[in-house]
């Protein structure tokens, strides 16, 4: 069962938009927190560490809630409704393609002290239900 | 535990701050949306209606994640968890006021 997106919602994701990622915390309260994305057919992808409290939350509980608002026209979001895939495989080069995205610089360059960061990981947001007026 | 504003120019929201709200689903997965927010003090006031799905879910759960993010700066950002849920019957019934007590403010802001 799966969702697919509008090509309003695709095309405000191939944008420099910040998605709000929300995760269930180990004590089941809700976690937020803003990330960069990108899309990949249907699917959304974002960046993080294999240390962060997102990561732990979502090997834990693999359900995700993604909230997309445009900057300009913020009374149009969409919340997209998934569950996600964690690998390793292609996180450098995910977190080098994201911060090209929205910076124009590599990561390395747009955060200096990020070579001290924990391994990246990519996270697929696999949507399973999309809600809202995108 | 009350968690007190971070001090500094961030600290005031800016006007027409919206504020994305997080509450836990009947089954226990996360739902986001985005809504209009003022301060109260140390609280975060929004407004919603007594039908809609955050609501409800505040009221089986009132435990509530709410970000706050500029949008020239969206960078820094802060989060307060926990929530007193407080709905009071305004002139407009279907109204509810939601205030949340900030517990813990993690973030750049």
Do not use: C, H
Not at 19 to 38: E, L, R
Not at 98 to 119: R, V
């Amino acid at each position: 069962m799966s969702a697919q997106l509008s090509d309003e919602l695709k095309a405000l994701l191939d944008s420099k938009v910040f998605i709000a990622v929300a995760t269930i915390q180990p004590d089941g309260s809700p976690q937020v927190s803003p990330v960069w994305a990108k899309r990949d057919g249907d699917d959304v992808l974002f960046s993080t560490t294999v240390d962060r409290r997102k990561t732990k939350n979502l090997q834990a509980d693999p359900r995700v809630t993604v909230m997309v608002q445009p900057a300009d026209n913020p009374y149009a979001y969409a919340e997209i409704r998934g569950t996600v895939e964690i690998t390793t495989e292609g996180g450098q080069e995910l977190i080098d393609e994201l911060s090209l995205k929205y910076t124009g610089k590599k990561y390395a360059e747009f955060n200096p002290t990020s070579g001290q960061d924990a391994e990246r990981v990519v996270v697929r947001v696999r949507p399973r239900k999309v809600v809202g007026r995108v």
